[in-house]
């Protein structure tokens, strides 16, 4: 027997072993617990993130502020949609998603906000992006080659943030002008 057909085995018999893990095999290298901690904090910043554009969509469409209000919107869903992301991931890795409204703004990373102004709004939501930008970039490093499914997650995440927060920088030079 050849080598190769030697690991395909072993590594067969380990996924059998312990099948209750779900997607989590010997092979996964990271501390479980930990990610699953982390990535329930990633949650309730997308779900803050999610509420804080939802209100900001409410709130300018009563404001005067055509294409701005859209911009929002869109922003909201996304963020529902990387919400929904780590749920799933959580869930993969044997963890429980912690979407208890108690605590959810301590455990998130960014802010809820409470501007009123237009611009107070867009100058929250490019502040809450820039802090998702800086510590999803430090989950990045942190997961590093260990589990390499959650990083790649985290990587398409942040480069989603980069994007928003481009978006909320265009968006403050053309209202504050
Ligand atoms: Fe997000
Ligand atoms: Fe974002």
Redesign the pocket.
């Known amino acids: 027997m050849n080598t190769f057909q030697a690991d395909i085995e072993e590594i067969r018999r380990r996924a059998l072993e312990k099948i209750d893990d779900g997607a989590v095999t010997a092979f996964y290298k990271a501390d479980r617990d930990k990610v699953i901690d982390v990535l329930n904090e990633v949650l309730a910043?997308?779900t803050v993130?999610t509420l804080r554009y939802r209100g900001h969509y409410f709130m300018a469409k009563g404001i005067h502020s055509s294409g701005v209000e859209s911009e929002f919107l869109q922003h909201a869903r996304?963020?529902q949609d990387?919400?929904d992301r780590v749920a799933q991931r959580i869930t993969e890795l044997g963890g429980t998603q912690n979407l208890n409204p108690e605590g959810l703004a301590t455990r998130s990373h960014a802010q809820y906000g409470n501007g009123v102004r237009l611009e107070d709004m867009i100058k929250e939501d490019l502040i809450a992006e820039r802090i998702?930008i800086a510590t999803y970039s430090e989950i990045v490093r942190w997961l590093g080659a260990d589990d390499p499914t959650t990083r790649r997650m985290m990587e398409e995440?942040l480069a989603?943030?980069e994007e928003?927060a481009d978006d909320m920088a265009k968006l403050l030079s053309r209202v504050s002008k």
Request: hydrophobic residues 25%; glycine residues 0%; contains cysteine.
């Open positions: 910043t997308e993130c996304e963020e990387h919400a998702a995440l989603k943030e928003h």
